[in-house]
């Protein structure tokens, strides 16, 4: 069956938009994945350690690391002295995120040198030893914190407006204000941040390294190492998850790592502990939403003014990006006739946030989603129908325009709820789930339908490119390499389908290779959901020139036209004859045929002027739909999540089973965002949620006891991306809403539905409890 594939309705096809497995899915499950931990080390390879801050802020008064270079089997201990070149990896170029340490540091766990030992344990025990004499300074690790010192901004705010939101509101029949907390989220991925730095001749570094950037990594490295990018490569085979936390802070690791290689001449691995991970590499973006909505009796809404403030940490890393992408998705999926959106993305004295799955967009979208459910609230209605009557319009509507002045030309949201709510029953659950409340003390239940729509594409534009490398060796077989990395999403898989459709040739044909700096140059992080769209338009260039280039050689060698030529299944027809491809191949090889190429590709159409917040800084939306059923008990806050039926829209899916093993899997990470997983500093600016004792994740048993999942068939891209399809990395993670709204509407009826709750994220047991108990006082 290996050479059959089937798409998920049990149709035979070709390998793209097949349903095939994970190309390492069978090692993921036996263990036998090679991970940068497993690979075999080279003679002679030393371990790292960090030294770490134990302040929040403070001067550096004096270092004492005698005790640090005597322990045993201690070969080096690096500084800030050691690196030859920038002691600096900030991402942006904005030079404020030391990679060491040096006079003063700015978070509790910052590191400021590191150990080289024989052994990892040794290095670790040694780091231990250091003595260090500081000066506190002030400190705050939270929003209000940060407004309440007058905290500076570590990137420049940006504003999005469109209409008279300053007149209309006052003109609104109806207003309301209100604020929202939302917390941040650790990655937590399976296999921790790790690099293994091999030194080489000259100025000459190889580095593996756990990260969805190679390219940024092998900057920062010839940064820190002031040599040339080309002395520097880097290779990602595989990552054992990523979900944004690897897009930029893998490089400190990397850069660590390739600084004692070089100055030792011998390998060097860095692993650092989970608890270490924790406290040193930064989270999702908390946020605090302040809102002012305008509306009118029937709940359209007629004008929006909110601030969002976010909790950046010490340095900018992305939180320019992340906060702009947050003001991008306030809108959720709702039109707003007037509307005036500010980010204010605040200096704290924590470790520096960075990018999370959907970078921003999820926070900007439950904040959206507060605004429907206030107004819901508000008017007295089924929060779903105030939903639809918001929704953005068809074209020609009037009601189009987001408030970064791009046209809604996709909208395909109207069709995908209504669908969803048909399937999931949600209005006899909704009617049936108020009467159990009516007549249920302590156990009550809550129902929401909520809506996506996620725009695709960096919003840096230049990030919007890829390249590709294609060979057909004389066999027929094929080698593909491209800058996209695998962090179990399946990417690879994707675009391994994409140029063995190409070629008509069984997927096994194709040797998936590790991503590598020195064989495809100048690549983008995989983050933005991007992944299969860049590599796999860039490996179909590739693929396509050599195409061409066989049925060019076909034609002339056979005399047939062009339209003689045709690639099927294995083989491929040449007029009235047919050659397997393995003899077409090797036939082009003896005519001297090339058979290699580069490919290429650049997202059309987008386009993007910050300051003026006009522009079009998506391709395309993507859409999915959510209802969750939950029950919650009234007398401790604990709650289940019954059911949960999703609708997702992915175009013309690449591969329909990883696609829906992706929905799953954002959904209950999305969740778990909303519900379990907070993070907590101490009054001492230390995370006290450093591990999975103190930090809970979602378990198996956490999951909808009912979850269906369907993807909608019926929707193909607009825009020419891969096979029609669309992103599927981030867009599904906010189909979690749906949970916390569901929650929202089972502890507002212990006040009959007349009053919001206005329940912070995550909506933890105790959260719950205490908007029980608010409004049982009221």
Same mark, same amino acid.
């Given at each position: ?8 309705k ?41 030294? +770490? ?16 270079? #005597? ?57 231990? +030893?250091?003595?260090?004499d500081?000066?506190? @300074? ?7 914190? #940060? ?15 469109? %209409? ?19 917390? %941040? ?8 941040? =790790? ?54 802070q %893998?490089a400190?690791?990397?850069? @660590?790592? $390739?600084? #004692? ?71 959720s ?34 904040g ?11 008017v007295?209605?089924d929060? @779903? ?5 918001n ?18 030309e ?36 809550? =129902? ?8 695709i ?38 675009? #391994? ?15 998936i ?42 034609c ?7 339209s ?10 040449? %007029? ?43 391709y ?13 008990d ?11 039926? =999703? @609708? ?51 378990? $198996?048993?956490?999951?909808?006891? =009912?979850?269906?999942?369907? +993807? ?14 669309? $992103? ?46 608010? +409004?049982?006082?009221?």
């Amino acid at each position: 069956m290996d050479n059959t594939t089937f798409e998920a309705k049990g149709t035979i096809t070709g390998p793209m938009h097949a349903s095939l497995k994970h190309d390492s899915a069978h090692k993921h499950v036996t263990g036998s994945a090679e991970y940068i931990d497993d690979m075999p080390e080279p003679a002679g390879t030393l371990h790292a350690a960090l030294g +770490l801050s134990e302040r929040a802020h403070a001067d550096i008064l004096a270092i004492d690391l005698s005790a640090v270079k #005597a322990a045993p089997g201690v070969v080096a201990v690096i500084t800030a002295d050691d690196i030859p070149g920038v002691n600096d990896v900030s991402s942006n170029g904005s030079h404020d995120e030391p990679l060491l340490a040096t006079t003063k540091v700015e978070f509790h766990g910052q590191p400021i040198f590191v150990v080289i030992g024989e052994t990892r344990d040794q290095a670790r025990r040694a780091a231990r +030893l250091a003595r260090i004499d500081y000066r506190d @300074l002030p400190h705050w690790t939270d929003i209000d914190g #940060a407004l309440e010192n007058g905290a500076p901004l570590v990137v420049s705010p940006m504003t999005l407006k469109r %209409g008279e939101p300053e007149t209309e509101m006052g003109n609104a029949p109806r207003r309301l204000t209100g604020q929202m907390y939302i917390g %941040g989220q650790e990655h937590f991925y399976l296999e921790s941040q =790790i690099a293994l730095a091999i030194p080489g001749e000259d100025e000459d570094v190889t580095v593996w390294s756990s990260t969805q950037h190679p390219t940024e990594v092998q900057h920062m490295v010839a940064h820190v190492l002031a040599c040339a990018s080309h002395a520097v490569t880097v290779n990602t085979r595989r990552m054992g998850g990523g979900f944004g936390g690897k897009e930029t802070q %893998g490089a400190h690791f990397a850069c @660590l790592a $390739a600084v #004692a290689a070089k100055k030792l001449n011998r390998a060097v691995k860095f692993r650092p502990d989970r608890d270490e991970d924790m406290m040193v590499t930064g989270k999702r973006h908390d946020f605090r939403v302040d809102y002012e909505l305008g509306f009118d009796d029937e709940g359209r809404i007629h004008a929006v003014d909110a601030t969002f403030a976010a909790r950046c940490g010490f340095s900018s890393d992305l939180s320019g990006p992340v906060t702009d992408r947050a003001l991008f998705h306030a809108d959720s999926s709702y039109f707003y006739p007037h509307v005036h959106l500010t980010s204010k993305p605040l200096k704290t004295h924590t470790c520096s946030n960075t990018a999370f799955r959907g970078f921003g967009g999820p926070q900007g979208m439950v904040g959206g989603e507060r605004f429907i459910e206030e107004i819901a609230y508000a008017v007295g209605k089924d929060p @779903l129908d105030i939903r639809k009557l918001n929704f953005y319009g068809e074209p020609g509507s009037g009601r189009t325009l987001t408030p970064y002045h791009q046209e809604v030309e996709d909208n395909i949201l109207l069709r995908l709820v209504e669908e969803l709510e048909t399937s999931s029953d949600y209005r006899a659950r909704r009617q049936a789930i108020m009467e159990f409340n009516a007549n249920s003390p302590v156990i009550r239940k809550g =129902i929401a339908l909520t809506p996506v729509k996620f725009g695709i594409s960096f919003t840096m534009t230049a990030f919007n490119q890829a390249g590709a490398l294609v060979h057909v060796y004389s066999d027929g077989s094929i080698h593909l390499n491209h800058g996209g990395t695998e962090m179990g999403q399946g990417l690879y898989t994707k675009v #391994a389908q994409v140029v063995a459709d190409t070629f008509q040739v069984d997927i096994e044909r194709v040797k998936i290779t590790a991503t590598s700096t020195g064989k495809v140059p100048n690549t983008s992080a995989t983050a933005a959901s991007s992944g299969s769209d860049l590599n796999g338009m860039a490996a179909y260039d590739a693929a396509r020139q050599i195409k061409e280039r066989l049925i060019e050689f076909a034609c002339r060698k056979w005399q047939v036209a062009a339209s003689d030529v045709e690639f099927l299944p294995n083989r491929v027809r040449v %007029g009235t004859d047919t050659l397997t491809f393995d003899a077409l191949v090797k036939a082009a090889y003896f005519d001297r045929v090339q058979l290699s190429a580069a490919g290429f590709y650049k997202t059309p159409k987008i386009h993007w002027d910050r300051a003026a917040g006009r522009g079009r800084p998506f391709y395309y939306f993507a859409y999915g739909a959510a209802c969750s059923e939950v029950s919650i008990d009234t007398l401790t806050g604990e709650y289940l999540v019954d059911r949960t039926d =999703i @609708l997702h829209d992915v175009g013309r899916s690449l591969n329909p089973v990883i696609d829906i093993g992706q929905v799953e899997g954002a959904f209950v990470q999305g969740m778990g965002w909303l519900t379990t997983e907070e993070l907590w500093w101490d009054g001492k600016g230390r995370l006290r949620t450093h591990a999975p004792s103190t930090y809970k994740i979602p378990l $198996a048993s956490d999951r909808p006891k =009912i979850f269906n999942v369907k +993807l909608a068939e019926w929707s193909e891209n607009r825009e020419q991306t891969i096979g029609r399809s669309k $992103a599927v990395g981030e867009p599904p993670f906010m189909l979690g809403i749906s949970v916390l709204e569901a929650l929202s509407m089972a502890v507002a009826s212990i006040a009959d539905y007349t009053v919001c709750p206005r329940l912070d994220a995550p909506a933890t047991p105790e959260r719950v409890l205490m908007a029980v108990e608010r +409004l049982k006082a009221m």
